[in-house]
């Protein structure tokens, strides 16, 4: 089927392709949902990475459903994935709510901390988070998810577990193999970690 020919056919017909292994059906689905998908996204968080990762999540949480088998056909497919992402939206502002607030003596303080790291210290910092980032989305999904609840979530093992619907030994095991991972691609890419 043609890309001309797939943009008469419904988002349902497509996620049954998808279940039958054609996974070219799957990316025709999330090229012509993406744009509303991530500008709702962007429009709340007003933050790209922020945006990057809930689109990221919104989507994982789309197709392990899909591939559970616990979709069901009703012709909402976009209603559905818009409130997927309005759960995730309202989870990461819940998880944002909880960080500690900080009163305006600590902020000088703070300054004051960073005026003291010398702008060579800054730079190759920023770079290395940049470079993890970059190293992050190289992973297999299942253990990027991890890695990202678990190091920009905060989240706990057992939460993990949860979030993700298998157990804490799996939750660990992928996070394990996420790290050998990521030395491997830094490696691989001469980026210098600390893992």
Excluded: C
Aim: no cysteine; hydrophobic share 40%.
């Amino acid at each position: 089927m043609n890309v001309a020919t797939k943009a008469y056919v419904s988002d349902n017909e497509l996620i049954d392709g998808y279940r039958n292994g054609n996974y070219a059906d799957f990316e025709t689905l999330l090229a012509r949902h993406q744009a509303k998908v991530y500008g709702y996204i962007f429009s709340v968080v007003k933050d790209k990475n922020v945006a990057d990762d809930i689109f990221q999540d919104t989507f994982l949480k789309v197709v392990q459903t899909i591939n559970s088998g616990m979709y069901k056909d009703e012709n909402k497919f976009i209603h559905w994935v818009m409130r997927i992402s309005h759960n995730l939206i309202v989870d990461h502002f819940r998880r944002v709510s909880k960080l500690p607030t900080v009163n305006k003596n600590d902020f000088l303080l703070e300054n004051l901390r960073v005026l003291d790291d010398n702008v060579e210290k800054v730079v190759i910092k920023n770079q290395t988070r940049q470079d993890i980032r970059k190293l992050i989305k190289k992973l297999p999904d299942e253990q990027r998810r991890v890695v990202i609840l678990r190091h920009y979530g905060k989240y706990e093992f057992k939460d993990i577990a949860e979030k993700t619907g298998v157990s804490i030994n799996t939750a660990l095991g992928r996070m394990r193999y996420a790290i050998i991972n990521l030395r491997r691609l830094a490696r691989n890419s001469n980026v210098m970690l600390e893992i």
